[in-house]
């Protein structure tokens, strides 16, 4: 079946800083990408969607200048944190859909910022 | 109230029992997913369904769209089943489907052997 590779799988960071994520649809292209974020213990929450080759589409409450989304190519989508805080801390998790049906998901990147 | 809504929100199980999880939504919907996440926290996508009934190896899913419900059965649980199980839907919307999910909060199941 279709593989979404997201790395790094866990990162620690200092405050500050910034944190890229990738996701790569590896056998297949993604026209579209879902960047999800998720606290302990809750449920998935939609940060943004991206299609390829156009501006990515925030959820509300979502900054966009913090959540920098980038979906230059079919294959390829990256989520950086910009000047990370402790509250950013969280799970992030993408997922391509071939059709706007099929979902596949990525590993998940730990997110620890110290 | 969240428009989907998971039941139970923990189960316990012993190893073989037939498992029940159940979805309720309140929204207008063109799919329904039944996801697993596991404790690493990787996720996948063990269902999409419409319409009907989806069986896949010891799992079984089924919807009914007129009662907005879908649940996910387990048949022989086993220990290695043990992960949370998500619902999702894709909202109905004009213009067709963005792909979009609204999520349950998830059912943890531990199946004991």
């Known amino acids: 079946g279709a593989v979404v590779s997201q790395h790094p799988s866990r990162v620690i960071c200092k405050s500050g800083t910034s944190v890229k994520i990738e996701c790569r649809s590896l056998?297949?292209?993604?026209?579209?990408m879902f960047w999800y974020r998720q606290f302990p213990k809750q449920s998935l929450m939609l940060m943004a969607t991206s299609n390829e080759g156009s501006k990515a589409t925030y959820e509300q409450g979502v900054e966009k200048d913090k959540f920098l989304i980038n979906h230059a190519s079919l294959t390829l989508s990256t989520l950086t944190v910009t000047s990370a805080h402790p509250e950013d801390s969280s799970f992030y998790i993408c997922?391509?859909?071939?059709?706007?049906?099929?979902?596949?998901f990525g590993s998940g990147t730990q997110l620890s910022v110290l | 109230k969240n428009e989907v809504e998971q039941s139970p929100q923990n189960l316990t199980a012993q190893e073989g029992e037939f498992i029940t999880i159940n979805c309720s939504y309140s929204?207008?919907?063109?799919?329904l997913h039944w996801l697993q996440q596991h404790p690493g926290g990787g996720i996948v996508s063990l269902f999409m369904l419409s319409s009907g009934k989806k069986k896949h190896g010891r799992l079984i899913a089924t919807i009914n769209i007129q009662e907005k419900h879908s649940s996910l059965h387990i048949t022989a649980s086993h220990p290695r089943d043990s992960a949370v199980y998500i619902c999702?839907?894709?909202?109905?919307?004009?213009?067709?489907?963005?792909?979009?999910?609204?999520f349950g909060q998830g059912t943890t199941l531990q199946v004991k052997p």
């Open positions: 929204v207008g919907i063109s799919a």
């Open positions: 997922s391509g859909t071939l059709t706007n049906e099929k979902l596949f």
């Open positions: 056998d297949f292209q993604a026209t579209t």
């Open positions: 999702a839907v894709q909202r109905l919307q004009l213009g067709g489907n963005t792909g979009k999910l609204i």
